[in-house]
């Protein structure tokens, strides 16, 4: 069974650092030529919006304005594991965050659960 399954995520104070993983299974990233992984979040309330992206071409990355300079997406092929780094934490990072990947040559697209995310003092 594909699975993403993402985990790190919890209790925060503002400023604080958290990195979350994005474990995925029943496909190897080292075994698709072309794929796209990425971390959404969505606060309540609120829609769901993109926070970073890895293109397996290159590594090109994208990031939302909001996280420029905080955040880091990566990945460990090896490990078939993405990440997310997240640093200088704030209030509005307070989300649950979702995994997602997308193999082109499959035509095939996958969600994580998501791991709440709380950025309080």
């Known amino acids: 069974q594909v699975q993403l399954v993402e985990s790190g995520g919890g209790l925060v104070q503002p400023g604080g650092d958290l990195r979350l993983s994005c474990k995925a299974s029943?496909?190897?990233?080292?075994?698709?030529?072309?794929?796209?992984v990425s971390w959404y979040r969505q606060a309540p309330g609120k829609e769901r919006e993109l926070v970073a992206s890895?293109?397996?071409?290159?590594?090109?990355?994208n990031y939302a304005d909001s996280v420029k300079d905080r955040f880091t997406i990566s990945r460990d092929i090896r490990q078939n594991t993405v990440y997310l780094q997240m640093n200088s934490l704030k209030p509005e990072d307070t989300a649950v965050y979702y995994c997602?990947?997308?193999?082109?040559?499959?035509?095939?697209?996958?969600w994580g659960k998501g791991t709440l995310v709380t950025v309080s003092s």
């Open positions: 997602y990947a997308k193999l082109f040559d499959h035509d095939m697209t996958y």
């Open positions: 029943g496909f190897m990233f080292s075994r698709i030529p072309r794929y796209l």
């Open positions: 890895m293109h397996s071409t290159r590594g090109t990355t």
